[in-house]
């Protein structure tokens, strides 16, 4: 079973910066997707970040502040984020899109267990 771990949450002052790390491990043959999305106060859960073959894509209002990176060796996907708001407050949830083994085509999505991001003014 995969398992996809997040690390690096916490109080920022505004304008702060904080990285998020998500490692996957478990059975995994390849990972094609990873990502970031987030979920804050009272909404409902939204794209922030992700990467695939080599291409990113952000959410209109990141644009310009967080990083979406890779490790493929590792299996590690982070989130450089810089210039924080007060509305980037979020549960912040990595996910990958996994290849299990060799004999199957199929990938399968999974999600971390989130990891909190609080920005205070």
């Known amino acids: 079973q995969v398992q996809l771990v997040e690390s690096g949450g916490g109080l920022v002052q505004a304008g702060g910066s904080l990285r998020l790390s998500c490692a996957a491990s478990?059975?995994?043959?390849?990972?094609?997707?990873m990502g970031w999305y987030r979920q804050g106060p009272g909404k409902q859960r939204e794209l922030v970040a992700i990467s695939t073959s080599g291409n990113t894509d952000y959410a209109d209002s990141v644009k310009g502040r967080f990083t979406i990176s890779r490790d493929n060796a590792k299996n590690t996907v982070y989130l450089q984020m810089n210039s924080l708001k007060l509305e980037d407050t979020a549960v912040y949830y990595c996910?990958?899109?996994?290849?299990?083994?060799?004999?199957?085509?199929?990938?399968?999505?999974?999600w971390g267990q989130g990891t909190q991001v609080t920005v205070s003014s």
């Open positions: 996910t990958a899109n996994v290849r299990e083994s060799h004999i199957t085509t199929r990938y399968s999505n999974y």
């Open positions: 478990g059975g995994i043959f390849s990972i094609n997707t």
